[in-house]
């Protein structure tokens, strides 16, 4: 069985330049996560989805940031404009509903504005 | 505010011993603990979860601890190998949906 998919792995971008990142979550999984990891740092939670609907987005830097989750299933996160300190491993993690669930990750998108 | 503490140096032990990493936590109450691992370049791997009315879960090598009490949970590693070496994540969960709070974790190096 496939794992969660993320694209791309690593992204290079100057300062005010948008950027976007895919996830593609295990097949049946309703809850798609986003999370922002920092060097040395845990992950953070930016946007929970069930299903299509974003139930928490508290964390979500919304004057530059935005996502969504089309049909449900597959979810795009965007930067823009991008600043220096955006840098950092964008993960993407996927359960099925209900607490106690284990997450299963994505390998990351490492994004490095300069 | 919430707080998530795990020991922000690397713990370094010998192959064969048996390693203890700990989760110290504040102002949270949560309902569950899971512990994840974490290599390089990749995303954070379930290892082991338990829920706030139990003190202990085992699987293979692994032990975690929960004391509600103090506020911590304990994972251990018997038998260490050096194929443990990574970060180990803790995180807390609450009642509100599958929601988690990651602690900083704690690289492991193992060594032969």
């Known amino acids: 069985e496939a794992g969660v998919v993320q694209s791309p792995r690593y992204k290079i971008i100057e300062k005010k330049q948008p950027v976007a990142f895919w996830c593609n979550p295990i097949s049946g999984h309703n809850t798609l996560y986003w999370y922002r990891q920092n060097l040395g740092q845990g992950p953070e939670l930016l946007i929970r989805?069930?299903?299509?609907?974003?139930?928490?987005d508290s964390q979500l830097p919304k004057d530059r940031f935005s996502a969504e989750r089309l049909k449900g299933v597959d979810s795009t996160l965007k930067i823009q404009p991008a600043e220096l300190g955006d840098s950092a491993v964008y993960l993407c993690a996927s359960s099925f509903r209900g607490n106690y669930n284990e997450q299963f990750f994505g390998p990351g998108t490492r994004l490095t504005v300069l | 505010s919430q707080k998530i503490e795990q020991n922000s140096e690397a713990l370094n032990i010998q192959e064969g011993k048996t390693a203890t990493l700990t989760c110290n936590y504040t102002n949270y109450s949560p309902a569950y603990l899971q512990w994840y691992r974490q290599d390089p370049g990749r995303g954070p791997v379930f290892l082991l979860l338990i829920r706030e009315n139990e003190k202990e879960k085992r699987k293979e090598r692994l032990k975690v601890t929960f004391d509600t009490t103090l506020k911590q949970s304990l994972f251990h590693i018997t038998a260490s190998q050096p194929a443990d070496s990574a970060t180990y994540l803790c995180a807390l969960g609450g009642n509100a949906g599958n929601m988690l709070t990651f602690g900083g974790g704690t690289r492991l190096m193992v060594k032969p």
């Open positions: 989805y069930e299903n299509e609907e974003a139930v928490d």
